[in-house]
């Protein structure tokens, strides 16, 4: 008997120790309050189940030429794109590194010809579809919390 819960218990340290690593939690927003030169502007919070996403972007409004960069806790992941139309939206996926908040960041590089630039977000991540506009002019980015329940 006492070899059987010595194996048992020998067998799930094994187990426990083949898991990944939990990602770090944020408790709390971790938007900046500026970014290259610019001030940020807290959006709002969307809510999805699974850091690995998928990130579409498109022109919320009239395709009028804006410019953008988009980041995800201050990563780069489209640089200096023009926004088309939500049937030609520019499309990546990442693994959103923390559980909890995570940010989405939009930095205008114009405001188009109708100011000021306004894009739409869509987060997939793969149970959820959250869909919300960011704005940005030439002082401010719009920012919004992805938290990751």
């Given at each position: 008997?006492?070899?059987?819960?010595?194996?048992?218990l020998l067998f799930s340290m094994f187990l426990v120790s083949c898991l990944p690593d939990p990602k770090p939690r944020n408790e709390?927003?971790?938007i900046p309050e500026s970014f290259n030169g610019r001030d940020n502007v807290d959006l709002g919070t969307v809510n999805i189940n699974n850091t690995n996403v998928t990130i579409s972007v498109w022109d919320h409004g009239q395709i009028d030429g804006d410019i953008?960069?988009?980041y995800v806790n201050g990563k780069l992941?489209?640089?200096?794109?023009?926004l088309d139309g939500?049937?030609?939206?520019?499309?990546f996926?990442?693994?959103?590194?923390?559980?909890g908040y995570n940010y989405v960041l939009l930095y205008a590089h114009n405001e188009g010809s109708l100011p000021p630039n306004?894009?739409?977000?869509?987060?997939?991540?793969?149970?959820?579809?959250?869909e919300f506009e960011l704005r940005s002019d030439l002082s401010t980015n719009g920012a919004v919390?992805?938290?990751?329940n």
């Open positions: 008997m006492k070899k059987l819960i010595f194996y048992s709390v927003s971790i953008v960069s988009i992941l489209v640089d200096q794109e023009v939500p049937n030609f939206p520019i499309t996926s990442t693994d959103l590194e923390y559980s306004t894009c739409t977000i869509l987060i997939n991540d793969g149970e959820v579809d959250e919390n992805i938290v990751v």
